[in-house]
């Protein structure tokens, strides 16, 4: 086992990733209400910056490059598993949110509250599934850099989530206020309050 194989490993999973988003992009439902040009324009930037911190080894990133823990395969494989299985997730809650998903903070023409699969659990599950692909990446990595990246995608996406759950909450007013009872933002709740109702009705 070498020290490369990880690294390998670990960016089969994103490129599969970004076949089945190119391709899935294509079917999507007409939007009817988005966020602003300025919210959007700050994610893209974000994810940007992600990106390069996670993929690319630039001299100006400095003491970003260097290691916050010595190599070990353990950690290198764990960061393997967790970047698999959150692309895993991340493409499993988008083939259920199906036609109603899109990149953008929208409303779908006759969108619909999605609460089956991984969204019964958590309501921005793709937004999860991301995050933990991500912090896999970092383990692989094990520099600083990744640990940086693993902030900005969680800042950037947890006020991507709240502006989601804002603009759909103004659509299906109380009936979004009992699925957030329900569920957890970005991980499953631990203790569920009596009461909560899960039954199959976004990211």
């Known amino acids: 086992m070498t020290k490369l194989m990880p690294a390998y490993a670990d960016l089969i999973p994103w490129y599969g990733f970004a076949v089945v988003w190119a391709i899935s992009s294509l079917r999507v439902k007409r939007a009817k209400a988005w966020e602003a040009s300025t919210d959007r324009i700050t994610t893209i930037t974000a994810m940007t910056f992600v990106f390069l911190l996670l993929f690319y080894d630039l001299q100006w990133m400095g003491p970003l490059r260097n290691r916050f823990a010595p190599f070990t ?82 800042v950037a996406h947890w006020r991507k989530a709240l502006r989601e759950e804002s603009m759909l909450t103004r659509e299906f007013g109380q009936e979004y206020s009992r699925y957030r009872r329900s569920t957890g933002f970005l991980f499953p709740r631990l203790i569920r309050a009596p009461g909560m109702d899960t039954r199959s009705g976004d990211s």
């Open 73 to 154: 395969n353990w950690m290198a494989w764990t960061g393997v598993v967790l970047t698999w299985a959150g692309i895993a997730v991340a493409v499993w809650a988008r083939s259920c949110i199906g036609q109603y998903w899109s990149a953008r903070v929208t409303l779908k023409e006759d969108h619909q509250l999605i609460r089956t699969g991984p969204y019964r659990f958590v309501r921005h599950p793709i937004y999860s599934g991301m995050l933990l692909g991500v912090i896999g990446r970092a383990l692989t990595l094990g520099t600083w850099s990744g640990v940086l990246a693993i902030a900005i995608i969680l």
